[in-house]
């Protein structure tokens, strides 16, 4: 049984709850007296081919959205429900009826089709009543039945603790195969808190702190903004009732200024409009409370035109524009303050436009501009979409490939759906879960290949990737953004164009540092469970890189005759080396030194300059020093290539950090005939890596073909030839 229901013979204390005055919003019908709709339940129907008089608000409302709704599941839901509960009493003393109903009405007048309203009127008859999940179906039909599952909770004597996480997570596994169950899940809760007074104060802390971690992010996900907006205000109510009270005496006193800055500017925009014959309407629209108090906490004192906003609703998405245009040329805009939601939707379907216009006394006016149709889904959300199930109208989008476009389905629908199949435990779940829906805002990035990744806001390169490619992400070895290479932990903007790349190696694994910038659920949980799975990594990923290339690692795969000596800061060998590349100087007798600088080598450019001993070091000419040594004065000396082609040479490359690279690397060098003299691998910084090596090629001309090899090594995004004293 819920905890709202409760035997007649003991119906709990009545207390009042949170009051919220009464602040006009829109126009709509007033709240039902559920003592009288509770005595009209217990009358029952007056004859078989009538409605009952207990729901004709649901029917009146129902009627103005689809005239031609056919009732008969209703009238049948109703009896079904009336009866099973009868006897049944809520807390405040109300007969139980009262409470499906309530939950009817409000998704009623949002605009919600008869299938979720037959569902709606018999959300607790499996939970608290003999009623089945079978007979639901026999009468009622399979969506009906999925809908009433998807929100009937799980009993703590099966779960106990768990039950509360367990329930949200079925039920949000049915949401994703038929988002009415939140919306039903979302009316019902925001009924159960108008009504929460009746519960001792810690049990409203309770329930108040899971809607606002959990419920009101889902509403403003799914869009219902007419349900977010209210569950706000009374959770404002609940957990914080000094400010609340203080935001109340504002909106009272701001009620009873004698002038209304917002009405003026409102009657000058009916003007301006009509001037221009673009039908439109302009409406006062209240901010609610919660609203209200983050702009006092923004701003401090308030002035008339914080209070509200004005919503201009007009017929056509061009005549939205028009309205635009029309305001920033006769009224004063300010320009910063347009957004455009028609062009650009939010990921919870909300289209509209925004700007602001000023007074002459400095005072600023928020303005939406939007069709009949965006406010209807900027109001009720999904469920102002019907019935995802029916066939798709002419109006409807329809994918490139012919499919149905479903926006019943959204992107983080989707996400959350595949990261709570990796949670562990329903602790793990619970707590991700209030993490994820508090990242509020979505972006939206694309793929090289013309697809689109929806992300929330603050995500990184690591989470595209587990996005995209699931736990094969683990191989990922770095990106592009905007066609330029980025490390994983490079922070997304909207509209940025990602291109992962990933390795080739299937031994490839995350990095335990990825956890510091995974901000999605799906990374976090994948790349946990894979440290889970593999201490050993994740033990030796724990004690650090290994900064220098070990002889024994390098010399796994060298070529036939090579050897490898790597220990950092090594001096290069000189015995059993090829001969240096023969550089011949125009002055006789004098000793040949290749500077260490710029490391040049045969074809290079190169020029001699004459130092102390009478020897003459050779620069390629756009090394820097070069400059240095003119403007010291330093004799100019001609050099050109003798017949030697041998060389030492001393190599950069940048890398993203992954297993194996070092001894891939060594390879590729050894297989092109290079033999390393020394190398010094750096510690990682934010997973990309620089190694230096110093090389000797028995044929300079080798060289192209050596830093192309290491080049094409998986996780290598340049070699570059030292400019400065290498290793």
Known sequence: MSAEATNPASPGPVTAGPVLPTVPRRKARSRLDLRRLGRAALLGPTARD????????????????????????????????????????????????THPLAVTLILAELGAETTTLTASLLHDTVEDTDVTLDQVREEFGEEVRFLVDGVTKLEKVDYGAAAEPETFRKMLVATGNDVRVMSIKLADRLHNMRTLGVMRPEKQARIAKVTRDVLIPLAERLGVQALKTELEDLVFAILLPEEYEHTRELIVDNA??????????????????????????????????????????????????????LLVLVNEDADCYGVLGE???????????????????KFNLYQSLHTAVARGDGQVAEVLIRTHQMHKVAEAGVVALGNPYAPPSEEQTVSSDGERADPTRPGWLSRLLDWQEAAPDPDTFWSTLREDLAQ???????????????????????????????????????????????????????GDTVQLLMGQDPASEPSREWLDHAHTAAARIAIQRWLATHPASAEAQEEGPVPTLQAGEAAARPAAGNSVTAS??????????????????????????????CTPVPPDEVIGFSVRGGAVTVHRVECAAVARMKSAGRAEVGVRWGDTTG???????????????????????????AEIVSATVEPPSQQRVRHTYTVELPDAAHLPALMRAMRNVPG??????????GA
């Open 568 to 597: 950092e800061g090594a001096t290069p060998r000189t015995a059993d080396r090829p001969a240096a590349a023969n550089a011949v100087v125009d002055q006789p007798g004098a000793s040949v030194r290749l500077a260490g600088c």
């Open 327 to 345: 305001l920033h040329t006769c009224m004063t805009p300010v320009v910063s303050e347009f957004k455009d939601f028609i062009a650009v939707p």
């Open 716 to 725: 290598v995004y340049d070699v570059s030839r030292a400019q400065t004293p």
């Open 50 to 97: 009538r409605l009952p008089d207990a729901i004709g608000h649901v029917v009146e409302a129902h009627r103005s959205h689809y005239p031609d709704a056919d009732l008969d599941a209703l009238r049948r839901a109703y009896v079904l429900a009336e009866s099973s509960h009868r006897g049944q009493m809520r807390k405040s003393g109300e007969p139980y009826i």
């Open 647 to 673: 060389c030492r040479v001393t190599l950069f490359a940048e890398s993203f950090g992954r297993p194996h690279l070092l001894a891939d690397l060594t390879e590729a060098m050894a297989s092109e005939g």
């Open 256 to 309: 009873s200024r004698a002038d209304d800055p917002l009405a003026e500017m409102a009657d000058e925009m009916r003007t301006v409009l009509r001037d221009a014959d673009i039908p439109a309407e302009v409406l006062i629209r209240p901010r609610h409370f919660v609203s209200v108090h983050r702009r006092a906490r923004k701003r401090g004192r308030l002035r008339g035109t914080d209070f509200g906003r």
């Open 440 to 494: 509020d805002r979505e972006i939206t990035v694309f793929r090289p290949d013309g697809g689109t990744l929806g992300l929330p806001e603050g995500a990184t390169c690591v989470d595209a990737a587990y996005a995209q490619y699931g736990e094969d992400a683990h191989a990922c070895i770095g990106a592009r953004v905007n066609g330029r290479l980025a490390t994983l932990s490079t922070v997304l903007k909207d």
